[in-house]
T-cell receptor, first 114, second 114 residues
Framework: KAGVTQTPRYLIKTRGQQVTLSCSPI?????VSWYQQTPGQGLQFLFE???????NKGNFPGRFSGRQFSNSRSEMNVSTLELGDSALYLC?????????????FGEGSRLTVL | AQSVTQLDSQVPVFEEAPVELRCNYS??????LFWYVQYPNQGLQLLLK??????LVKGINGFEAEFNKSQTSFHLRKPSVHISDTAEYFC????????????FGIGTKLQVIP
């Protein structure tokens, strides 16, 4: 069974640009969550989607957005990039929504903003 | 708001010695608790979880954790560590009811010294 796939794995952008990251969950998983990981901050919750609906949202500015498609694949977008957006962005899929289920993580997309 | 505190950012320990990684969470009536491990350049994977029932939870790779409701703690233990246990460990909490997100601590880096 294929795991969670995130693309691209690495990318470099400059301030002011925008970026789109993609996540393909494990087959059959309808929940996809996104986290931002930075040294000293741990994992910060961005949002969760379940069956194309945003179920929960973290405390990030509106520049961070996401969506989920009918095949459960998800994308997140960051517009007007800032230096502080440099981080590892992790996607996790789960069978269920609501926090009781095991999260299966991808290897992440490492974003560097120059 | 739900929160998780991991009291130690780094824990050095000699090989074959016991280790305890500490985790406290903000109190609530009903919680789900998790420990995840992240090896270098990889995503996170589940070590163990507490949903209900026995307060002593056994996980993979010889790890175990004890849920202590009165102290709102969920400390992770292993009686004898190996070099391969060198990784970053994250405690996480979610709450029952509705669409609850999973909140992670900032992580504890376990360094096993040969």
């Amino acid at each position: 069974k294929a795991g969670v796939t995130q693309t691209p794995r690495y990318l470099i952008k400059t301030r002011g640009q925008q970026v789109t990251l993609s996540c393909s969950p494990i087959s059959g998983h309808r929940s996809v969550s996104w986290y931002q990981q930075t040294p000293g901050q741990g994992l910060q919750f961005l949002f969760e989607y379940f069956s194309e609906t945003q179920r929960n949202k973290g405390n990030f500015p509106g520049r961070f957005s996401g969506r989920q498609f009918s095949n459960s694949r998800s994308e997140m977008n960051v517009s007007t990039l800032e230096l502080g957006d440099s981080a590892l962005y992790l996607c996790a899929s789960s069978l269920v929504s609501g926090g009781a289920g095991e999260l299966f993580f991808g290897e992440g997309s490492r974003l560097t903003v120059l | 708001a739900q929160s998780v505190t991991q009291l130690d950012s780094q824990v050095p320990v000699f090989e074959e010695a016991p280790v305890e990684l500490r985790c406290n969470y903000s109190s609530s009536v009903s919680v789900y608790l998790f420990w995840y491990v992240q090896y270098p350049n990889q995503g996170l994977q589940l070590l163990l979880k507490y949903l209900s029932g026995s307060t002593l939870v056994k996980g993979i790779n010889g790890f175990e954790a004890e849920f202590n409701k009165s102290q709102t703690s969920f400390h992770l233990r292993k009686p004898s560590v190996h070099i391969s246990d060198t990784a970053e460990y994250f405690c996480a909490v979610s709450y029952s009811g509705g669409y609850q997100k999973v909140t992670f601590g900032i992580g504890t880096k376990l360094q096993v010294i040969p």
